[in-house]
């Protein structure tokens, strides 16, 4: 005799979720292009954070952004925050692996469970706003996801807040919130499609935090492009560039991105030389998503790293990557700086083999219509073929990739491009692969 109804499946529950909050928002896509200025109503999202009484207090949240190395910087800064004994949450995007694992407790990936309770409570809200706004508009997938962060956060409890805002910061609901400590990284002529048009549009995009924040914590090259474009930063802290270290085989962004966080922390009381916190700032400066190598059973070397920008490279490592034989795989987007990177590793001795990837969210729905610019440099020719498309989910077509990119004498592979390839690259490795991750 059955007890009752079958519970029913988290990950068909969780699929369902996801489903709802990406709805809106795919389907006012296609008739959304423009700025994100004139685009986006972050004030929508907050207003209702705030009145479900989710708005966290300034003094525990430290904000994150910039256009390369924010992901890893919070990383950085919320692993030494958990080491120091304080409970932590941590808000990226996009996602690692998995969508949940975007919200972490402490180094926790959300347990399935806790981020359907969360939803549930919040999704009539999310329904009742997305019902009263104008036609094309949706709400956003990032706020929706802050909002569970934030509320899994004051269940928790947690000390601090540790939030990477999205592609920019002055129109995305993270991107507004009041913190204790802003953090900007590199400020790049990335996204200039929706943050710009110019760089000076993109550095007042990422330096708005500056004003609601009780700290700010920038590069020096974050603070020049901001200096020239007229923003004013005279009580900032500016972190210089570390000098360069032939034997760090971390990037140079890397080791800028530690040296943020440890200015973060010791912003925020907190000794990043103390042994337990310098050890969990190492570990976790080898297994960020954006960066790692791993040598499989079989003796091979594989790479990654993600760059959409050449300005971004470490033209030093891959000069010595290329002196080693290194072969690259490149996926990018026609809104990426395609041939900067092409050129970028052709200089380096690091021809390219470009990857066209397809898939059901973002602009890969469009396959091979987002990869025109990367098929017209690298399809011709037997020295950089192009293989694809494949689905962006296509683990075992990814291991050939690999393994074929590697040859019979398993010649070393480093991928480079996306976020979105690099989960493919990352996955290939750990199901496919037999790979050992290897120290920095």
Not at 35 to 53: E, Q, V, Y
Not at 287 to 297: D, E, I
Request: charged share 25%; glycine share 10%.
């Amino acid at each position: 005799m059955s007890d009752g109804p079958a519970a029913p499946d988290a990950d068909a529950a969780t699929a369902c979720a996801l489903d709802a909050i990406y709805a809106g928002a795919m389907a006012a896509r296609p008739a959304r292009p423009g700025f994100d200025r004139d685009l986006r109503r972050p004030d929508r999202l907050l207003g209702l954070i705030a009145a479900a009484g989710l708005m966290p207090d300034p003094d525990r949240v430290i904000l994150v952004t910039g256009s390369k190395g924010k992901g890893s910087t919070a990383r950085l800064i919320a692993a030494g925050q958990t080491a120091a004994g304080r409970r932590t949450l941590l808000f990226t995007s996009p996602e690692e692996t998995t969508a949940l694992d975007r919200i972490r407790l402490d180094g926790a990936v959300i347990g399935a469970e806790d981020f359907l309770r969360h939803h549930a409570a919040l999704a009539p809200q999310f329904e009742v706003l997305a019902a009263g706004l104008p036609a094309g508009e949706a709400l956003s997938p990032f706020g929706q996801f802050l909002a569970i962060a934030l509320s899994h956060a004051r269940e928790a409890g947690a000390d601090r807040l540790v939030i990477e805002t999205g592609r920019g910061a002055a129109h995305d609901e993270a991107g507004r919130l009041r913190a204790r400590i802003g953090v900007v990284t590199a400020i790049l002529p990335e996204h200039l499609d929706r943050l710009g048009p110019t760089l000076a549009d993109v550095a007042a995009e990422k330096l708005d935090i500056h004003g609601r924040c009780g700290r700010t914590i920038l590069t020096a090259a974050a603070a020049r492009t901001g200096r020239e474009a007229g923003i004013r930063l005279a009580d900032a802290l500016v972190v210089g560039a570390p000098p360069v270290d032939a034997a760090d085989d971390r990037p140079g962004w890397l080791r800028q991105d530690l040296a943020l966080a440890r200015a973060a922390l010791l912003a925020d009381g907190i000794d990043p030389m103390a042994a337990m916190v310098a050890e969990a700032l190492d570990r976790m400066a080898a297994s960020v998503p954006s960066w790692g190598r791993a040598t499989t059973a079989g003796g091979r070397d594989i790479g990654w790293e993600a760059a959409v920008q050449a300005a971004s490279l470490d033209a030093g490592r891959l000069a010595r990557l290329g002196r080693a034989g290194w072969r690259v795989l490149l996926s990018v987007t026609d809104d990426k700086d395609v041939d900067g990177l092409i050129d970028a590793l052709d200089a380096a001795g690091l021809p390219a083999h470009g990857v066209v990837l397809q898939g059901r969210r973002g602009p890969l729905v469009h396959g091979p219509g987002v990869h025109r610019r990367l098929a017209a440099r690298l399809e011709q020719g037997l020295d950089a073929p192009l293989y694809g498309p494949i689905d962006h989910d296509d683990v075992p077509a990814m291991v050939r990739l690999l393994y074929d990119t590697g040859g019979a004498d398993a010649a070393p592979v480093l991928a480079v491009g996306t976020q979105t390839f690099l989960r493919l690259v990352r996955a290939a490795i750990r199901t496919g692969a037999d790979a050992r991750p290897q120290s920095p």
